[in-house]
């Protein structure tokens, strides 16, 4: 008996084990349910061939009178061997019926784990069992007062031993979601109905009649597991393969089924032997006991290295000894050698105290590296440097108009544009930190400086009218100040409050006739739309005035974004384009000393200041991890060909209409080689990003660890598979360790570092504690199929709070299908914010990367050891707090909405001398 019990604890922790890696091979719900049906192919073997140890006589019964000639054909099979004369016996409908409603709970139960993973609520099984059980025989619970007591004996056979021992196992496995609750209750009544029809008969005494006549288990009804298994498995096998059949219809084949038959056979014939053992164990003790058994095996196959916090992994090792308790308690007392089976409990504690042990040996050798003064961490450096850097930024600002007006022209080569005294007069008394640094509206604004005033003009009235443009028409009014968007097909109560947030921020402009009237442009989407042609380019449908819509929706952009780069790369040619060509003529008769840049995949300026900035950047050994010194190069696509396989925008957005031309469209975020004018998002302003002081916590009450949770945004997951390199998933991948991958390190001592002795290591552990990342919501598919791979691939959380990163040290920002509007919120707060993104927006001038926030690059290398050092080390614990603390300050001091008047204040100057109808073409 001890032996039966001991093989199906294992036997179900190996099952679980190897469930856990089918997401190695792809397609993990079509896997799951191939190898179960393996499992009740194989199963009837397996308890035959133990009955026939037993006995020489084997009894079949049929299931019900229509299914008889398949059943006994199936059986002649099984027996061909036997001497025994086989005829279909009668069996009472209460059985049959029993039967099926057995073999559609384990199908049911079956199809549950393929597609949503461990219900988190299995737990409650084992006191839900027990209270069914006292209901339908109250006689066994008598005898099991009158046994002898033993400390174990509650967990067992009381309700609230049984509830405790759940209650421990659930807050270690759920994620307490809404719809996994749900459906977690409904397969807990499933599989209760199901055990009632494993009980024995009841007794002949007319109380427990009535009781299992209530609960429809009369006598007769109930089912020998051993006797009916190839009637059962008869029954779960068709099911499993309608399931199968379903699955294909619904989600298509599955293209590399054949590379992982193994691991799926293996895993198969670990589930038929889970079975077989657990049958055996429950046919000397209770079927109760098979709960306990199951949920064991569960626990006891939690990786620890993956768990997000010590609450969680010391919750799972409670789980797995509560319940290996239950095991224990549940066999009959006269079974010899229950106490060996306390040794089984070494199957979590064992890879536990590894985890542990890799913690500590860790952390321990960080503080040996970087806890003296004799080595200093490439984070300090950057840092250091990037601090000395903005300091220098802050005290270069013009102090007076004078000072303000040369240093435009030294910028800029031309004079700067009418009212710009009264915007220096407006940002002076309101106190901007920043006089100079405007260089993003500069850099936004001078490519279209080659169109006229008037062809600028009919410009936005041909893009407005072009079919498929999909952009906002917004009208300023120079005297009142206020913005009015329209859309040829959207109602204007749906402008994304695009209209509400210029007026708002411009209103303090009201009445000082400051501004002309000016139209403007909007993007209306996400993701951003110009890309800007270079003054040479010789292809006719280029001609200043003329522009062309392409859509690139769900289609790779890289081509299309990166022609103009040196490489000279070619447009995609499988996308839908129409060309609009306005009859407005250039001006030849013009003349200018402006050095502006038209191609805007260099955005730079003349200020030489940034060069010198990073070039001390560039000077810090970071050895061998690519932590970012350089901002402006490491979202510059013409350098990094290999981000066309590392984020969504490149490789298939959501949408995406591109413009080629010069059309002037104001975007929320653009990619180095595109020619949007930056505007600050309206979802800044938005009350889902707002941040709230009230339910921060201090730094000292953060959990050190990196937060991060959201949805698959960011890349459409078409039927090529491309959405596991998308940006965020590759981020959710490396946070949850997936792929055993290795990572690169920093550490000293290194035979191959420099001169003071640090070098690049490598190392696969990861401390899964300093981690608490996850998808909340699964969208964004080409079809259910690639959404439900999304989902067994990495599993999805309940809905987050959208407070709940503020309780933590480091959290993570990361672009979605375009900006992420909750970065204002993470700047503000008591938090360190990492950040990941290929788009530039408008505040680049005002933020500084290693000052008020960490940069991270898009390949995320360095991501293990820049976390590791941040909340591992005393040293990077102070550096973290000290970002912290310096952005907070900084959003407090810069990104007030007076701030973002200023920007668009300034910004409105330069599109009012674009438009101006006076203006000549300035060529380059």
Same mark, same amino acid.
């Given at each position: ?26 397609? =993990? ?231 992982? /038959? ?178 993003? /509206? ?59 947030? $210029? ?52 289609? @790779? ?11 000279? $790369? ?199 504690? $300093? ?33 709940? @990163? ?57 991501? @293990? ?17 000290? =970002? ?24 409105? $100057? ?15």
């Amino acid at each position: 008996m001890a032996g039966s019990a001991a093989a199906a604890l294992l036997c179900a922790a190996l099952t679980h084990h190897l469930s856990s890696r089918l997401w190695e091979l792809g397609s =993990i719900q079509t896997r799951q349910l191939c190898a179960e049906t393996v499992c009740w192919l194989v199963l009837p073997v397996l308890v035959r061939s133990q009955a026939r140890s037993r006995t020489t006589t084997w009894n079949f019964r049929s299931i019900s009178k229509a299914a008889s000639p398949v059943i006994w054909s199936f059986h002649s099979l099984f027996n061909a061997a036997s001497p025994v004369s086989w005829k279909p016996p009668r069996r009472s409908k209460n059985v049959s019926n029993a039967i099926w409603v057995f073999a559609a709970g384990a199908a049911a139960a079956a199809c549950y784990h393929a597609e949503a993973g461990v219900p988190g609520l299995l737990p409650a099984l084992t006191p839900l069992l027990l209270i069914t059980e006292n209901r339908l025989r109250p006689e066994l619970q008598v005898l099991a007062s009158a046994e002898p007591w033993s400390l174990l004996s509650p967990l067992a056979n009381t309700v609230w031993g049984t509830g405790l021992a759940a209650a421990v196992a659930i807050f270690a496995l759920s994620n307490w979601g809404l719809q996994e609750c749900l459906l977690s209750a409904a397969l807990l009544g499933a599989l209760v109905r199901v055990y009632i029809h494993l009980l024995p008969a009841a007794s002949s005494t007319a109380t427990t009649k009535t009781t299992a006549t209530t609960l429809g288990c009369r006598d007769g009804a109930a089912v020998n597991v051993e006797e009916a298994i190839v009637d059962i498995s008869l029954c779960v096998v068709p099911m499993l393969a309608a399931a199968l059949l379903l699955q294909a219809l619904a989600f298509g084949l599955p293209g590399n089924m054949v590379a992982g /038959i193994v691991p799926t056979l293996v895993l198969g014939l670990a589930k038929a032997l889970s079975w077989y053992f657990t049958i055996r164990t429950a046919h000397s003790a209770s079927w109760r006991i098979a709960a306990p058994i199951t949920v064991f095996g569960i626990v006891a196959a939690q990786d620890p290295f993956l768990q997000s916090t010590e609450t969680q992994a010391l919750g799972v090792l409670a789980a797995a000894f509560l319940t290996l308790a239950q095991v224990i308690a549940m066999l009959p007392r006269q079974t010899k050698r229950k106490w060996a089976l306390w040794a089984l409990f070494l199957l979590p504690l064992g890879p536990y105290l590894a985890n542990i042990s890799a913690i500590k040996a860790a952390q321990a050798a960080a503080t040996q590296d970087w806890g003296t003064a004799e080595h200093q961490h490439p984070v300090e450096a950057l840092m250091r440097a990037a601090r000395e850097q903005f300091d220098q930024k802050l005290a270069r600002q013009s102090k007076d108009f004078a000072t303000a007006e040369a240093e435009y022209v030294r910028r800029y080569g031309v004079e700067p544009p009418a009212g710009f005294e009264a915007w220096h007069t407006f940002a002076t008394a309101h106190g901007s930190l920043l006089i100079d640094d405007f260089d993003t /509206i500069f850099d936004s604004v001078s490519p279209f400086w080659r169109l006229s005033g008037r062809e600028v003009r009919q410009t936005l009235a041909d893009a407005y009218a072009t079919p498929g443009m999909d952009v906002f028409h917004c009208a300023f009014s120079g005297h009142t100040a206020r913005t009015a968007c329209r859309h040829p097909k959207r109602s204007v109560t749906f402008d994304r409050n695009i209209g509400l947030s $210029l007026t708002q921020l411009l209103a303090p402009l009201a009445g000082t006739g400051a501004l002309p009237d000016i139209q403007l442009l909007v993007n209306r989407l996400n993701e951003p739309r110009v890309v800007v042609p270079p003054p040479a380019t010789s292809d006719a449908t280029c001609r200043p005035t003329n522009f062309t819509v392409t859509d690139l929706s769900h289609r @790779p952009t890289w081509d299309a974004l990166t022609r103009h780069c040196s490489a000279g $790369l070619a447009p995609s040619s499988n996308a839908t384009t129409t060309t609009t060509t306005t009859t407005t003529s250039p001006n030849s008769n013009s003349n200018s000393n402006s050095n502006s840049n038209s191609n805007s995949n260099s955005n730079n300026n003349n200020n030489n200041n940034n060069d010198d900035n990073n070039s001390n950047n560039n000077k810090i050994n970071t050895y061998g991890l690519p932590f970012l010194s350089d901002l402006a190069s490491a979202t510059d696509l013409c350098l990094h060909p290999e981000y066309s396989r590392q984020h969504g925008l490149l490789q298939s957005p959501t949408t995406f209409s591109l413009i080629r031309g010069l059309v002037p469209i104001l975007s929320t975020g653009r990619a180095s080689t595109m020619g949007d004018m930056l505007f600050p998002a309206p979802a800044y302003g938005e009350p889902e990003f707002a941040y709230d002081a009230r339910r921060d916590v201090p730094w000292a009450a953060k959990r050190a660890a990196l937060y991060w949770a959201g949805s698959t945004t960011g890349g459409f997951a078409g039927r090529d598979g491309w959405w596991a390199s998308f940006h965020r998933q590759r981020f959710v991948a490396l946070a949850a360790n997936r792929g055993g991958r290795v990572h690169a390190a920093a550490a000293a001592g290194g035979a191959s570092g420099g001169g003071d002795g640090i070098a690049r290591v490598l190392s696969g552990f990861l401390d899964g504690r $300093l981690y608490d990342v996850a998808f909340t919501h699964v969208f964004g598919c080409a079809s259910w199929r690639e959404c439900r791979e999304q989902r067994g691939a990495f599993g999805t959380r309940a809905w987050a709070d959208r407070h709940a @990163p503020l309780r933590s040290q480091l959290v993570f920002d990361v672009d979605g299908d375009g900006i992420s509007g909750r970065f204002y919120m993470l700047l503000a707060s008591r938090s360190a914010p990492l950040k990941l993104t290929l788009l530039r927006e408008w505040h680049d001038d005002r933020l500084a990367p290693w000052v008020h926030y960490v940069p991270v690059s898009m390949g995320l290398e360095e991501l @293990p050891e820049l976390v590791f050092y941040l909340t591992s080390t005393d040293a990077g614990r102070q550096r973290a707090r000290e =970002i912290a603390d310096r952005g907070r300050e900084w959003f407090a001091k810069a990104f007030r909405d007076v701030d973002l008047t200023i920007y668009l204040y300034r910004l409105m $100057l330069e599109l009012a001398r674009l438009q101006d109808p006076d203006r000549e073409a300035l060529m380059p």
